[in-house]
């Protein structure tokens, strides 16, 4: 399922070319704009973060992954596996 | 004396304090030490010949190159990655018997039997054969390597080194009766650089091929830079793709990178001690809009001969295979085990290699 999909429920019509493309802002004005501004953009970084299909977002996660991995080797890796156990 | 080097305290600019005047003179006349080879390397002719000539510390040692130290050669850019990916286990599944025999200094054949549970079982004979000339542990030419399995698939490969920096591989691939992949490669090893020439599957009659150029520079000697170039033709099409890589060594850790307009590869090797070792790797393939990465680790006991080799990818799989030498037998039994999460698919399996 192509990644646009998931953004249907967007107050204002919007067309999503991709995760974090072009998307739609709360046309109206007011005090309640903010707020449905902010949570629009909560809920599209939510979607962004959890749908699998989008290439971008899988690649950052990996990237993030890769980071951690190395980070790993690095420092938690000097481990003497014949030394002897330490007595109780 | 006239030529030969003065003790470094008489080239000091400034006189030390409470130095005489006739010091100083001394140090105006003082000539400027001049470099000159050493008597033994002067020979007959030398206008300084004789003996005794040399200081009174000895004779001088010879001058080191002015260059830098060696570069090294960079190797091969299909092993650029090749420390990383030797962390990770191989897949295993069903049961593998394989029977190494040595019948010569030069040639070796081996024997595997795969009962397999995914797919069908097999036998392969492997037929190898190796020239006098060896470059290193594991370099030797000519080479020549045959598979072929119980269906008549056939696997051969041809490495012979021309000319002492140029090395050439051929290698064909059938699958039963018709050829699948005919190469052809040349690569020049320089001292600090190696260029590749790869023709795949180059068909005159039907205007096909597949051209790789790979180079690599050691830009110092530690750094090793360089690219791959693909093209491909057939009738109607035809293109190219151009990657850059690099690959930074130090003394415990390796960094590779390639990137390219397919995808990117990067991979990180650490070696934490002399039993640890560790391989991260991050796979993106901008064609397939798909990116990989696996962790995975190997610990090594001589002491208990045994190998470990564990995995942990992104696509939420997990597995590990142990290797375990059964002294005083000449015998190695291997245990698999690989677990998909996501696709909830289990398999393993465990294999006997003898020799």
Redesign the interface.
């Known amino acids: 399922m192509p990644s646009w999909v998931s953004y249907q429920f967007q107050p204002a019509p919007a067309i999503c070319l991709s995760s974090l493309g072009v998307f739609s802002v709360a046309a109206a004005g007011g005090p309640g704009a903010a707020p449905q501004g902010l949570r629009g953009w909560l809920r599209r970084a939510y979607r962004f973060a959890t749908d699998r299909n989008d ?1 971008r977002r ?2 950052l ?3 993030g ?2 980071a951690a ?2 980070w ?3 420092n938690l ?6 030394a002897p156990q330490p007595v109780p | 004396m006239g030529g030969e080097c003065c003790p470094p305290q008489q080239w000091r600019r400034r006189p030390r304090a409470g130095a005489s005047s006739r010091s100083r003179f001394r140090q105006r006349r003082c000539p400027r030490p001049r470099w000159r080879r050493p008597a033994a390397a002067r020979g007959a002719g030398g206008r300084r010949a004789g003996p005794g000539m040399g200081n009174a510390l000895g004779p001088a040692a010879p001058r080191a190159p002015r260059r830098g130290e060696p570069l090294g050669s960079p190797g091969s850019f299909d092993e650029l990655h090749r420390q990383c990916k030797e962390v990770f286990p191989q897949q295993m599944e069903g049961v593998k018997l394989i029977v190494t025999k040595t019948l010569s200094s030069h040639f070796q054949v081996t024997h595997t039997v795969h009962m397999s549970t995914l797919g069908p079982s097999s036998y392969h004979f492997n037929a190898t054969f190796v020239g006098d000339r060896q470059l290193g542990p594991t370099e030797a030419f000519p080479t020549l390597i045959g598979d072929m399995d119980n269906s008549g698939s056939l696997n051969a490969q041809v490495l012979h080194l021309v000319a002492e920096r140029i090395r050439t591989k051929a290698v064909f691939q059938t699958h039963q009766t018709k050829f699948v992949t005919w190469q052809f490669d040349g690569e020049y090893r320089g001292d600090d650089c190696t260029a590749t020439l790869t023709l795949g599957n180059p068909d005159l009659l039907g205007e096909s091929v597949i051209l790789v150029a790979h180079f690599l520079q050691s830009i110092t000697s530690r750094l090793v830079l360089g690219g791959e170039m693909v093209y491909h033709r057939r009738p109607g099409e035809e293109g190219a793709i151009l990657t850059l890589a690099g690959k930074y060594t130090a003394l415990k850790w390796v960094a590779t990178l390639n990137v390219g307009y397919g995808g990117a590869h990067a991979s990180y090797y650490h070696r934490a001690n002399e039993q640890v070792q560790v391989g991260v790797e991050l796979e993106a393939n901008t064609r397939l809009q798909d990116t990989t990465f696996a962790f995975g680790y190997q610990l090594n006991l001589p002491q208990a001969n045994m190998v470990f080799r564990g995995l942990l990818d992104s696509n939420w799989s997990v597995g590990g295979v142990l290797e375990k030498k059964l002294p005083p037998l000449p015998v190695t039994l291997a245990l698999g085990a690989f677990l998909n999460h996501w696709k909830n698919r289990f398999h393993c399996g465990f294999s006997v290699i003898v020799g």
């Open positions: 290439f899988n690649l996660v990996n990237l992954l890769f991995g190395v790993v080797a690095r890796t000097d481990i003497d596996l014949m």
